[in-house]
């Protein structure tokens, strides 16, 4: 089944969707699309992988290295930076332990996210204000501009070694077997959107979920600041409690009101209209409704925490992913430790 002509798009942006819209729209589009393949199966998957993907071997190769690249950086960060750093602050031993995971962690995603809040709102790209526009004069093997491609080589290495890293590295907490997951399949998104040249709407997704990770370990950090030197730190304190507030906002509202209504919208709906026979229709929004899954179980941590809050079952802001196995055992540091 050979891919029509793009179309280009309407003069002015598409008013973002309601929640129902979004639904209607495309549920409706996806049984269409299932109704009006009349080939599909491995046959036409394997047609596709040889007509559409664009992924050349020496590519794989320079993500491989990223990946090393990265995890050889944070195993020198950590040990020249970060505990130096926790040992001079003379933070609590459990404290000093999880420090660097997230303080490597924060300055990634805080560099990452500001590339990409760069891509979207200080270039000429439109995908922010106008989503449909990621797929308007769509070609198989068009060219991937070399800003984006930096993006995606950085943001593609990291989360190889992200999923290293969760085994190996990071302190193991009872919902690190989903962070697996998540890494996994935002490893492959990544690389299918670059074969696929989808990048422009893989831009749009770093950017609405690389802002609560900031937010995360920047609260993690100040929870940790707070208790350092043996004195309690009210500045940190505050800085700590702002920051689980905008985190849990900032979650809700990007990755759970935007992400769904701009990127889901146009990949579910506008990619069928501005490409009626785009290839992989079916495997890319599956992933991306298991990213969105995904971000709802751990809105619900979120949620869960701020109940106990409320409610006086937790009187102090702890680590807001310290759901750890061993939480009422002895300390046990990071594998890196």
Not at 15 to 34: D, I
Not at 51 to 66: D, M, N, Q, R, V
Not at 276 to 303: E, G, H, K, R, S
Not at 308 to 332: F, M
Request: hydrophobic share 50%; proline share 6%; aromatic share 16%.
């Amino acid at each position: 089944m050979a891919a029509a002509e793009p179309v280009a798009g309407p003069t002015g942006p598409e008013p973002m969707p309601s929640y129902a819209q979004l639904v209607r729209r495309g549920w409706g589009s996806a049984l269409a699309a299932a109704r009006g393949c009349t080939d599909c199966g491995w046959g036409l998957a394997r047609r596709g992988l040889a007509e559409h993907a664009h992924l050349a071997p020496p590519e794989l190769l320079l993500l491989a290295l990223g990946a090393l690249g990265w995890t050889a950086l944070r195993s020198a960060a950590t040990a020249r930076l970060f505990r130096p750093l926790a040992k001079r602050c003379r933070l609590q031993p459990r404290d000093a332990a999880k420090m660097p995971e997230s303080a490597w962690k924060f300055l990634f995603y805080l560099g990452s996210w500001s590339y990409s809040a760069y891509l979207l709102f200080g270039t000429d790209y439109p995908f922010f204000h106008d989503p449909p526009s990621v797929f308007y004069d769509w070609t198989p093997g068009m060219a991937v501009p070399r800003d984006i491609a930096a993006a995606y080589l950085l943001q593609g290495s990291f989360y190889g070694h992200s999923i290293y890293a969760t085994l190996y590295m990071d302190t193991w907490r009872k919902d690190s077997v989903v962070m697996l997951l998540h890494h996994v399949v935002t490893l492959i998104l990544i690389v299918s959107s670059y074969a696929f040249r989808y990048h422009n709407v893989g831009i749009l997704v770093l950017f609405l979920h690389d802002i609560s990770d900031v937010q995360l370990e920047f609260t993690k950090l100040n929870i940790y600041f707070k208790s350092r030197g043996g004195s309690y730190h009210r500045l940190h304190a505050l800085a700590a409690d702002l920051g689980c507030l905008s985190f849990g906002f900032s979650w809700f509202w990007f990755r759970l009101y935007w992400f769904p209504l701009k990127v889901l919208y146009a990949t579910c709906h506008c990619s069928l209209r501005a490409v009626p026979d785009i290839p992989f229709y079916f495997f890319f929004n599956a992933l991306l409704l298991l990213l969105t899954l995904m971000n709802l179980y751990w809105f619900l941590y979120i949620v869960a925490f701020a109940a106990k809050v409320l409610t006086g079952q937790v009187r102090e802001l702890k680590d807001l992913r310290e759901y750890d196995v061993a939480e009422a055992q002895s300390l046990k540091p990071s594998k890196a430790e």
